[in-house]
């Protein structure tokens, strides 16, 4: 049976697609954005995240692993040796540790999913996000398939940074992809994510001509993403394809730090403010005058 390493499922999601939805969010990914909000899904290996406010200094952690250690007031952690088993979890009373990276089958995913049926109306759904998704095309092509049995829609969320055969797995049960879009400069896209961008518009590009529906989601970050240029660049290249729905403006947003800090990797985000309203409605009224359908997040 397929498995994959999962971070959290999110219910009542409304921004994950049309409609209300269920967001499965699957773990590795193929870029290192540096304002990444989900860096807990990165690697694909488990990781254990620690947060110092929720603990209590118990113990009990300690006891079913010599990784931990307990002294002079504090709790001592050696990450770098943690097998990832979980067990440590487990005995924590007050949840101050989180293992992320289990493992789920396709029938354990689709039974949990399943279970929001009754809220997702007729425009509702089921959503896979990450990290990126399609680093396991065939358990999300096989969730996919169980999902459009029961006539649920169905959205992938992607950075598109994969082979074009995880596009081509996905494809047959796959309602509309959401697909993230960094910026259109290969070499500025190289400092921001540690990749460059020609894979990903390659397959962007060849996805329009499939004749599934698109959204385009840009997170908009001051002073990295947000100049004129880059955002006429984008415009040009979108204008040209096909079946992209609309184009949705995401405001940036640091809350993100406190993961970072929990799971022990280095904290990558801008230090700057979030874009004003009328930086964003600048941004939507470039895109919009080459007659793409923009979502301002900031106002809708």
Not at 1 to 22: E, L, S
């Amino acid at each position: 049976m397929k498995t994959a390493p999962y971070i959290d499922i999110k219910r009542f999601a409304v921004h994950d697609g049309p409609g209300i939805r269920t967001t499965l969010f699957l773990k590795g990914c193929s870029l290192r954005c540096i304002w990444c909000h989900n860096p807990e899904s990165r690697e694909l290996r488990p990781e254990l995240a620690f947060r110092e406010m929720k603990c209590a200094l118990c113990g009990e952690c300690a006891k079913v692993c010599h990784y931990h250690v307990i002294e002079t007031g504090k709790h001592l952690f050696k990450r770098e040796e943690s097998q990832g088993c979980g067990r440590c979890e487990q005995a924590c009373l007050f949840g101050a540790l989180e293992l992320y990276g289990k493992q789920i089958s396709v029938e354990e995913a689709a039974s949990v999913l399943l279970e929001d049926r009754n809220f997702y109306g007729d425009d509702g759904g089921i959503t896979i996000s990450g990290g990126e998704p399609l680093m396991h095309s065939k358990f999300c092509s096989e969730l996919f398939a169980r999902i459009k049995e029961e006539g649920i829609h169905t959205a992938c969320d992607t950075c598109g940074n994969v082979p074009w055969s995880a596009f081509e797995e996905v494809l047959p049960n796959c309602d509309v992809f959401l697909y993230d879009f960094k910026c259109a400069n290969t070499e500025l896209h190289k400092r921001l994510t540690g990749s460059g961008n020609e894979l990903i518009l390659e397959n962007l590009e060849r996805l329009s001509h499939t004749g599934k529906a698109i959204e385009i989601r840009m997170v908009m970050v001051p002073q990295h993403n947000m100049d004129m240029e880059n955002i006429r660049n984008a415009a040009t290249f979108l204008m040209r394809l096909d079946n992209i729905t609309a184009v949705r403006l995401l405001a940036y947003h640091s809350m993100a730090r406190s993961k970072f800090k929990a799971i022990g990797h280095k904290d990558t985000m801008p230090d700057v403010p979030p874009p004003t309203e009328q930086e964003m409605e600048q941004v939507e009224r470039v895109l919009a005058s080459y007659g793409l359908n923009v979502i301002n997040t900031l106002r809708n």
